[in-house]
């Protein structure tokens, strides 16, 4: 099982997208919403994941090597979503080049 904080390539790997109100500026968010920008009328999504390549604002370290989450525990139900060796951790990895995460 691969350890996300020698990871990191999902937060450098996808657009991480969300419900507008999740963020602080709503009532009840969590997501620090100096580190969001808009998408679409009722979805935002982290800084830096709508660019090519995408990177994570929050992403803090080197993707492969040591990293960490800056807002861990306000992090987006998308980031909340993906779990180590998953199908979607496989396939961010994969896009970086490390290892398999047991497939």
């Given at each position: 099982m691969?350890?996300?904080?020698?990871?990191?390539?999902?937060?450098?790997t996808?657009?991480v997208?969300?419900?507008?109100?999740?963020?602080?500026?709503?009532?009840?968010g969590?997501?620090?919403?100096?580190?969001?920008?808009?998408?679409?009328?009722?979805?935002?999504?982290?800084?830096?994941?709508?660019?090519?390549?995408p990177?994570?604002v929050a992403?803090?370290?080197e993707?492969?090597r040591?990293?960490?989450?800056?807002?861990?525990a306000?992090?987006p139900?998308?980031?909340?979503?993906?779990?180590?060796g998953?199908?979607?951790?496989?396939?961010?990895?994969a896009?970086?080049?490390?290892?398999?995460?047991?497939?």
């Amino acid at each position: 099982m691969p350890d996300c904080q020698t990871c990191g390539a999902c937060c450098a790997t996808y657009r991480v997208s969300f419900y507008w109100a999740e963020a602080d500026d709503a009532p009840g968010g969590q997501v620090p919403a100096a580190l969001t920008q808009a998408l679409r009328p009722l979805e935002r999504c982290m800084q830096g994941t709508a660019s090519l390549p995408p990177r994570c604002v929050a992403l803090q370290g080197e993707v492969g090597r040591s990293v960490a989450c800056g807002i861990y525990a306000q992090r987006p139900s998308p980031c909340r979503a993906v779990e180590p060796g998953d199908a979607q951790c496989r396939k961010a990895r994969a896009h970086w080049g490390l290892e398999s995460a047991g497939a």
